[in-house]
């Protein structure tokens, strides 16, 4: 059976590792792109978060500040397919999804898959690209498949889209979606680096660049199985409650509010930090450290009002853990 064929519902809960065996994986993998990425520890540990909850990471911010090689790292530790897509304005649907090709031998028509079949997928300025090659995404994100003329094509499992935003010249970028930007389990900026970290990033890579000589350190089959182990991590009934009230909160102080894609990523969010905290069980605290970057972007508040983030950090004071 093929990556694409394995569908998560078939990572059965035997396949899932210890939760120490799965912190031990997150911990060996976010020390390893440490040796390319400078000062981002808690971008790295957000990144895998998104991976082992089954979600997607959105990364925004000024172009030269490592989001591309942050991506790049991450998928060179993890012995998995790795494709990245360019995307410009004339970027079409099918140069992400595939394309039938017609056979002059066999005269039939063979599908040649596009850049999105692979474990991890980096669309490189995401936001360059017409709205109509953003949505190309659409299926792939939420169900983890792809639909070319009428034919549906299972995705490599794991899949994970990281995808980067160009937020400086946005008379020459597209918005993305609102429901795009819902499927993004994570949004997060990395800003620039303090300057000790600057300048033991630049000691780095005044030769040879340390990501050419970047190992993998986990397997694909251990990712399948960390995955498993999140999705096995106990959430309580108060700890489900404060989400709710949580996103609640957020749809009755904003013109839209988080949706329930954005609870249920929030609470896969909060078992995948039990786990890098070497628990079985969430607490509120797991809640709370993740709701800034999961809930925060699908926030669309009045012009001129509050950010989104400013809403959840309300929310996280107003809403009380019973």
Excluded: W
């Excluded at 981002?40 to 911010?61: C, K, P």
């Excluded at 970027?91 to 017609?102: Q, Y």
């Excluded at 002059?104 to 596009?114: D, L």
């Excluded at 299926?139 to 794991?158: F, H, I, K, S």
Aim: hydrophobic share 40%; glycine share 6%.
């Amino acid at each position: 059976m093929t990556d694409a064929e394995t569908t998560e519902a078939e990572v059965s809960d035997r396949t899932a590792l210890p939760v120490s065996d799965a912190a031990a994986l997150s911990e060996r993998i976010t020390e390893n792109v440490e040796r390319v990425i400078v000062g981002h520890h808690d971008a790295i540990e957000h990144i895998l978060i998104a991976m082992l909850a089954r979600g997607h990471l959105l990364l925004e911010d000024v172009p030269g500040v490592g989001k591309t090689m942050l991506a790049r790292s991450i998928a060179k530790s993890v012995d998995g397919s790795f494709k990245r897509v360019q995307f410009t304005p004339d970027l079409l649907p099918s140069d992400v999804t595939g394309v039938n090709v017609f056979n002059q031998q066999t005269r039939e028509f063979e599908f040649q898959p596009g850049p999105v079949f692979a474990n991890l997928v980096l669309g490189d300025e995401i936001n360059r690209a017409p709205p109509k090659t953003q949505s190309s995404l659409l299926e792939a994100m939420e169900e983890q498949q792809v639909t070319v003329d009428g034919v549906t094509r299972d995705l490599p499992d794991p899949f994970t889209v990281v995808a980067t935003q160009n937020d400086v010249e946005q008379g020459r970028t597209y918005d993305l979606p609102v429901a795009e930007i819902d499927r993004f389990m994570k949004k997060l900026r990395l800003g620039y680096p303090d300057e000790a970290a600057e300048t033991d990033l630049l000691g780095r890579v005044a030769g040879r660049h340390p990501i050419e000589s970047l190992e993998p350190v986990a397997t694909v089959e251990e990712l399948r199985q960390a995955r498993a182990t999140v999705a096995g991590v106990d959430v309580a009934e108060p700890v489900r409650n404060y989400v709710s009230r949580l996103a609640a909160y957020t749809r009755n102080h904003a013109q839209l509010g988080v949706s329930p894609r954005g609870s249920i990523a929030l609470l896969r969010a909060a078992q995948a930090r039990a786990v890098l905290s070497d628990r079985d069980y969430v607490v509120p605290d797991d809640v709370q450290t993740e709701a800034p970057t999961v809930l925060s972007h699908r926030i669309v508040t009045q012009s001129g009002a509050q950010t989104g983030g400013a809403v959840v950090e309300d929310a996280l004071d107003a809403v009380a853990v019973e």
